[in-house]
């Protein structure tokens, strides 16, 4: 039988320009082992992602926030002291890039997310006021809760499945894969990851984006 996976999205699943590499839906559909998306982005993204793959739905969204798996959702984090820092953030001038609709944090249960482009010195500084963290997915910056993390939703998933941490493959690009990572028994960085993500990771691949990801998949199949 096929490893289980755990799978970042941005960077990781996509390729350079940001979209889902199209290859990914039919390997993941046939792994015939589980598939859990582990990602910053907001709950309902890595839900539609599983659902049009044809996958079980095993998601961990917001960086560990929301964890969904056999039909249960577990909700950690402090939307409340996320929303105070962004609206202290651009109370001060900052904006948080995203337009009116806002559809990055409109779904966004625990955390809030800030456009990659936004002044990062400033979000610092007020998360560092409010006791909220900032991590740099090389998408956006995620102003949560300290302690959150994509490897502790991942844990909990494996609890309500009876699966075995050590047994996941985990494959990701950026600094909130890092707990995955530590999690897991065997970790990949794809090329483009960060320094966090590359040192973290057991092996570091050659190829970037959803190449080296599909490279892996390919050797492990
Ligand atoms: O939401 C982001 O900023 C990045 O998402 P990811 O964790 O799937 O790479
Ligand atoms: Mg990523």
């Not at 390997?27 to 079980?56: E, M, Q």
């Not at 900052?94 to 800030?114: K, S």
């Not at 502790?152 to 894969?177: H, Q, R, W, Y």
Request: net charge negative; proline share 4%.
């Amino acid at each position: 039988m096929n490893r289980p996976l755990a799978l970042d999205i941005d960077g990781t699943l996509t390729r350079s320009n940001g979209t889902v590499d199209p290859r990914i839906f039919d390997v993941l559909r046939d792994w015939g082992a589980p598939v859990v998306l582990a990602t910053g982005k907001s709950f309902p993204y890595p839900v539609a992602l599983c659902h049009f793959v044809g996958i079980p739905e095993t998601v961990v969204a917001e960086n560990g926030g929301v964890v969904y798996a056999a039909d249960e959702v577990t909700v950690t984090g402090d939307r409340a002291r996320a929303q105070a820092v962004a609206e202290e953030f651009v109370a001060r001038g900052g904006d948080l890039g995203w337009g009116d609709a806002d559809t990055t944090n409109r779904w966004r249960e625990t955390e809030i997310a800030v456009h990659i482009e936004s002044d990062e010195a400033l979000l610092r500084a007020v998360a560092d006021e409010f006791g909220m963290e900032v991590v740099d997915t090389g998408y956006a910056y995620h102003v949560k809760a300290p302690g959150v993390t994509k490897g502790k939703g991942l844990k909990a998933v494996c609890e309500t499945l009876s699966l075995d941490p050590e047994t996941f493959v985990a494959i990701g690009d950026s600094e909130n894969d890092v707990s995955t990572f530590e999690l897991v028994d065997e970790s990949y960085a794809v090329a483009n990851a960060d320094d966090r993500a590359r040192a973290a990771a057991a092996t570091v691949l050659d190829e970037s984006y959803s190449d080296g990801t599909l490279s892996v998949l390919e050797s492990l199949r």
